[in-house]
Structure formats: structure tokens, C-alpha cells
């Protein structure tokens, strides 16, 4: 799997956009982004995945460059809630697959703040 | 509702014994997965399985076991080989077809800590 590099952290005021970046230059062509977020002590949870456009669902929107070596996860209107650890993963196409092991790294602490 | 559970939550063990973390899931999954997530830190693979009956490690699988009779249900069992069971485990499942795009479903955790 790609390697992906995030932002330790960020802050977000509240109402406003939250813009998560994440570099994934060595990202193969069948490989997929995904990006899940984890609330303190809690199981990550699944937000968003894409491949090549750009895609939006009810909880944000990933927006992936034309070389596919970045994405940006945008929380339009963030609130406290939104408080979390982002996580920016790569891989090819299912989560599983016996030969595909996710792994998470560090990711980026996003702090909404009031 | 579907969903993927673990139990207990919190979990007390002393040093030196077995301990057993459960893992249940009602979503048809054929996959499950065991990670484990340290302070600060991102989530490391220890187990998965593809389906019933097989396997395979992760990246940290030293001192742990699993075991997958049942579709809905893959138990870890955190042993005395284990250095630092002290942490928090996580356990997911997803569809173990290769289309593309499939999400994976975690549980709540599960704190251990080994005094």
C-alpha cells in the first residue's frame, strides 16, 4: 500500500471549513483514498473513499488532484462533534483481501474550536 | 440494528495471564480484523481473516491468538508471550469481495490494561 503523509494536527473554528490534506505521492493507479475518523476512544469511523473525481457524501467531500499524489477531506460547516484523529489511507480497490492489510498511521488531530 | 460489537469494554487482567477479547458482528461480514492502538499513536494490524476457519497474521501477531468458527464471531486472545498487552484493541469487518470502494465497520474497543 501507498504511504501517506498528514498534518499532525489542526485547528478549526467553528462554522467554518475544515480542509484536511494528505500526500499520497507514490499512490498506484488502482489504488483507492479513504478516510476514516476516530473520536477519542472510540472505534474508527468510515467518512469518505474515492478514486480518481471528486466525491461528496452527507458527512464531507474529497476532493483528489488530477495526479492523484494529494486529497483533501473538507468538513464544510466542522462543529465541536467533528473533534477527532482524521485518517488518510490508501489501498487497492476492497478493504480486504487477504493480501491487503490496512494500516493506519498517525493521521491528523483536528481540534474545532469555539 | 447491524453492527459490530466488542465486549467488555474495559478490561482489568494481572501479569502473566491469558486474557480472551470478544469480537461480534451481525453484518454478514465475511472478513474480520484485530488492531491494536497505543497511546498516540495510529492502529497497527495484528489478525485477520477472510473467512471462516482461516487466518492470517498481521503485523504485530506475537503473542496473540484468534480463532474463526463461527462468520460472526473472532476472538483474541491476548497470552502471557505478550510484552505490552497494556493498550486499546480494536476489531472491524467489511465484505471480502475485491470490488472496489468497500468500507470497513469498527467496534467501540476494548481497554486493557495489565497490572
Known amino acids: 500500500d501507498a504511504k501517506t503523509t498528514q498534518p499532525p494536527s489542526m485547528d478549526c473554528a467553528e462554522g467554518r471549513a475544515a480542509n484536511l490534506p494528505c500526500n499520497h505521492s507514490t499512490i498506484s493507479g488502482n489504488e483507492y483514498v479513504y478516510w476514516y475518523r476516530q473520536i477519542h476512544s472510540q472505534g474508527p469511523q468510515y467518512i469518505i473513499h474515492?478514486?480518481?473525481n471528486n466525491e461528496t457524501n452527507e458527512m464531507a467531500s474529497l476532493i483528489i488532484t488530477e495526479d492523484r499524489k494529494s486529497s483533501t477531506l473538507i468538513l464544510p460547516h466542522a462543529t465541536l462533534r467533528d473533534t477527532a484523529v482524521y485518517y488518510c489511507i490508501v489501498r487497492v480497490g476492497a478493504f480486504s483481501g487477504g493480501y491487503q492489510k490496512v494500516t493506519f498511521g498517525t493521521g491528523t488531530k483536528l481540534q474545532v474550536i469555539p | 440494528d447491524g453492527g459490530i460489537t466488542q465486549s467488555p469494554k474495559y478490561l482489568f487482567r494481572k501479569e502473566g495471564q491469558n486474557v480472551t477479547l470478544s469480537c461480534e458482528q451481525n453484518l454478514n461480514h465475511d472478513a474480520m480484523y484485530w488492531y491494536r492502538q497505543d497511546p498516540g499513536q495510529g492502529l497497527r494490524l495484528i489478525y485477520y481473516s477472510q473467512i471462516v476457519n482461516d487466518f492470517q497474521k498481521g503485523d504485530i501477531a506475537e503473542g496473540y491468538s484468534v480463532s474463526r468458527e463461527k462468520k460472526e464471531s473472532f476472538p483474541l486472545t491476548v497470552t502471557s508471550a505478550q510484552k505490552n498487552p497494556t493498550a486499546f484493541y480494536l476489531c472491524a469487518s467489511s465484505i471480502s469481495d475485491l470490488r472496489d470502494g468497500t468500507e470497513a465497520f469498527f467496534g467501540q474497543g476494548t481497554r486493557l490494561t495489565v497490572v
Open positions: 474515492g478514486l480518481k
